[in-house]
């Protein structure tokens, strides 16, 4: 996820589009490579909506709350290889060929899910889709910012951000529109490989990056290049100065500094503060939960009360469409309103939600409608759940029947009107659920009815509303910023790593801490970690808006514990060390 958001302001985005009219060239680039953005999310999107089908299709995924994690999480462990594996195929082999590489590995990973047979299939797929993942997560805004004119590179990059959040509720879309086709997931799974096809045949005729081709001593080709971006001589000469002067800074600097490692980094107190800022900001990020909603929205829906699948991708478009909003909002009010600021201002709106769905799944649990004897008798003697056949006691309700120990059981809601009235608790199988639907009742295994669905899907779309703007691009664009130049690649892949690693951690426990716990206690959990979240913002993050790299530098030298982020400051909103603002950087 390097990269995965840019900040710039509009009237940067209309001068790319501007200039991008002028020379398609500009436009076709980046746009080619953007697919790698565009599968980097729909990749990580799709198993949402395609988890609800696997289930109903794999009974050992059904019953096996590791396994489903495991499906989805394999995804990210792939893309921490590929992340890694990316960074050192860009410099060895270039970054249109680690490109093209991410298009193999997103049409083998497509081609493996959709023809699985079961889930270790499925697993592996998920494993080839994830090293694309990780490659495409860094190499595709590497070469849009490399083969970009330097007027719109931050544009171009961000539109890559787009993207990421574009493909995620495309992949809802898709989603929707295969659950009524035989074999559902696969489609929803398969599709993945006709974009990553296009994108290797668009790359095979885009020339390799003109910084990587100067680096490599191929000067003439790198000229070639540039003199399709830039239309004006005196642009390709002072791009050549620039590219010049930046390789032979950078030999300099790999000459004074090849034999640094991290553990002598973090003894330098401005490094050490800046790891400290930025990898937490990527860890929190994680923490916080965004990627249990991106993940498992759907599963969430159901929880909720919504007992269809169809229903649970529609309202799950609702989460995907404001991710894609919010990281529109972000590029008109980071330069505004600040990292700090944005940060807290999303934090606070993201708790509050947290507290909000806590609430509303206690009381979805704690008030689930009662398991009727009388409609459980209405049914077949052997499809009653033996659970419920055996037990001596009164009291049960839906909760307790889905909580079954001995089988699968479900609830078979009311068909006298109301799903909140007394309902069956039987088997959970097909057949048995056919038999529900064959009555016009609803058929529940993964939540219950609940008269707060709607409230449900309130919280979590004020969740998304809060999160994307704040919480979901800042943190990248602080971690471009907060380091010495000399440091950036190091830190910046440290921060990257711990950003997949949070990510793989809390993908693999989400479901097994609502079956554990319940889905109230989780969402509390998420809640108290945005707690701790907002006291690390507060204590440990310094704002960097306005600042130079040396400004940043010095700050982070001297910085003093400044709790006031509200205080007024100075034009460009750059805070000194010794606490006073800096007019005009």
């Known amino acids: 996820m390097e990269g995965g958001a840019h900040g710039f302001d509009g009237s940067a985005f209309r001068e790319c589009f501007s200039l991008s009219w002028r020379n398609p060239y500009v436009l076709r680039l980046a746009f080619s490579a953007g697919i790698g ?271 269809s699948n169809q229903t649970a ?57 009662a398991v009727g004897a009388a409609e459980t008798s209405h049914f077949d003697g052997s499809l009653t759940c033996p659970d419920f056949r055996t037990s001596s006691s009164s009291g049960w309700d839906c909760t307790r029947c889905l909580k079954a120990s001995s089988t699968e059981c479900g609830f078979c809601a009311s068909g006298a009107g109301s799903k909140l009235l007394p309902g069956a608790c039987l088997l959970s199988n097909s057949t048995v659920r056919d038999t529900c639907h064959g009555e016009g009742r609803l058929w529940y295994t993964r939540g219950c009815p609940s008269r707060y669905g709607w409230l449900a899907m309130g919280g979590l779309a004020l969740y998304i509303a809060f999160f994307s703007p704040g919480m979901g691009t800042v943190p990248w664009i602080v971690n471009s910023e907060i380091y010495p130049l000399r440091h950036r690649g190091v830190c910046g892949g440290v921060a990257a790593t711990a950003n997949w690693v949070s990510n793989l951690v809390v993908a693999q426990s989400f479901l097994s801490l609502t079956e554990a716990i319940g889905p109230a206690w989780t969402f509390l959990i998420f809640g108290g970690l945005s707690v701790a979240a907002l006291a690390f913002v507060l204590v440990c993050v310094p704002e960097t808006k306005g600042l130079p790299i040396e400004e940043v530098e010095k700050m982070l030298e001297r910085r003093e514990l400044r709790l006031k982020f509200w205080a007024p400051r100075g034009r460009s909103g750059g805070e000194l060390p010794d606490g006073g603002t800096k007019d005009g950087v």
């Open 37 to 307: 953005g565009l599968l980097f999310g729909y990749d990580t999107g799709v198993i949402s909506g395609a988890l609800l089908y696997i289930r109903d299709d794999f009974r050992s995924v059904d019953k096996n709350t590791w396994l489903q994690e495991m499906i989805v999480s394999m995804a990210v462990a792939g893309a921490i290889i590929g992340a890694a594996v990316g960074g050192w195929a860009n410099d060895r082999f270039g970054r249109r060929t680690s490109i093209l590489v991410a298009d193999l590995l997103f049409f083998a990973g497509a081609v493996v899910m959709a023809s699985a047979t079961g889930p270790v299939q499925l697993v592996v797929g998920r494993v080839f889709v994830g090293l694309g993942v990780g490659m495409a997560s860094m190499t595709a805004p590497l070469y849009i910012s490399e083969a970009s004119p330097a007027r719109i590179r931050g544009a171009l990059v961000s539109t890559n951000g787009f993207l990421i959040t574009g493909g995620q509720f495309l992949s809802y879309l898709i989603n929707l529109a295969f659950t009524k086709a035989p074999g559902t997931w696969r489609w929803m799974l398969g599709v993945a490989g006709l974009p990553a096809v296009f994108q290797f045949v668009l790359m095979l005729f885009l020339p390799e990056s003109p910084r990587w081709l100067y680096r490599k001593g191929r000067v003439e080709e790198a000229e070639a290049i540039l003199r399709k971006l830039y239309t004006v001589e005196e642009e390709v000469e002072r791009e050549m100065q620039e590219l010049k002067e930046s390789v032979e800074a950078e030999a300099r600097e790999r000459g004074s500094s090849e034999k640094v490692s991290l553990a002598a980094l973090v003894k330098t107190k401005t490094v050490r503060r800046g790891l400290v800022a930025g990898v937490g900001l990527q860890v929190f990020q994680q923490l916080v939960g965004i990627n249990t909603v991106m993940y498992y929205s759907p599963t969430i829906v159901q929880l909720a009360g919504f007992a």
């Open 313 to 369: 991708l529609a309202l799950s478009l609702v989460t995907s469409g404001l991710n894609a909003l919010g990281s529109i909002v972000s590029i008109f009010f980071i330069d505004r309103t600040g990292r700090r600021k944005l940060l807290v201002i999303s934090l606070v709106g993201v708790i509050a939600s947290l507290a909000l769905l806590s609430a509303v799944f206690h009381e979805t649990t704690s008030h689930s409608p």
